[in-house]
């Protein structure tokens, strides 16, 4: 079975500098795609950076990039130049493309809050 | 694009009631649409999977009798909770995806549900 693990629970970065939130997965599917998502306190869901298995450049978004390490199974994100607007709770999910029983279904990580300070 | 309403954002009720919380695709044909369970300070829960005009796919230990879910167009899901209870006051989120594997799940705002 797949699984996410996130292994920061919270985060502190200083306003202006960069974070790197950590993720690694399991799966023995060789197909798969990673997603970042972002929820501030509001409670929405923001899609924010996805990496497909088979990509072979690391992902970017804007001031978000996705490390993607294959082999060693990571994919972390990448904040640039943070935000006092960056602080929310980040999730790292997987899904598996091969698997069309269950379509995209995400199975997401436990979360990591991050605090950018001013 | 890929904006993804639910209504009511927020609900109070008395115990044994059935709060019915509604999800809309926008601006796309949702084949696919998730139901989500979240407690304070946790990671989400799928509750259920739906696929438009069949039915509901539950993840194991989600009562569907209890969480009803009908995916009656492509643009529209709900979520019923019969009967509700005080232990299901929760975050209930909803998210939509064109259906391919490798497309993105866009989520909506989502529905505090607290039941007296």
């Not at chain 1, 023995?28 to 998502?37: E, I, N, Q």
């Not at chain 1, 929310?88 to 300070?117: H, P, Q, W």
Request: net charge neutral; proline share 3%; charged share 15%.
């Amino acid at each position: 079975a797949q699984k996410i693990t996130q292994t920061q629970p919270g985060m502190f970065v200083q306003e202006k500098e960069a974070v790197t939130l950590d993720c690694t997965y399991d799966t023995s599917d060789p197909s798969y795609g990673l997603f970042w998502y972002k929820q501030p306190s509001s409670g929405e869901m923001i899609f924010l950076i996805y990496q497909g298995s088979y990509d072979q450049q690391n992902a970017t978004e804007g001031r978000y990039s996705l490390n993607f390490q294959k082999a060693r199974k990571s994919a972390n994100l990448v904040i640039s130049a943070s935000q006092l607007g960056d602080s929310a709770m980040y999730f790292c999910a997987m899904s598996l493309l091969s698997d069309m029983e269950y379509g995209n279904k995400l199975v997401f990580g436990a979360g990591t809050i991050l605090r950018v300070k001013s | 694009g890929a904006v993804v309403s639910q209504h009511p954002s927020w609900v109070i009720c008395k115990s044994g009631t059935s709060v019915k919380i509604e999800c809309r695709s926008l601006d796309f044909q949702a084949t696919t649409m998730f139901w989500y369970r979240q407690f304070p300070k946790q990671s989400l829960m799928l509750m259920a999977t739906s696929n438009e005009g069949s039915k509901a796919t539950y993840e194991q230990g989600v009562e569907k009798d209890k969480f009803l879910i009908n995916h009656a167009s492509l643009t529209l899901s709900t979520l019923t909770v019969t009967s509700a209870h005080p232990e299901d006051s929760s975050f209930y989120i909803c998210s939509a995806s064109g259906g391919f594997v490798e497309e993105t799940q866009y989520f909506g705002p989502g529905t505090r549900l607290l039941v007296l």
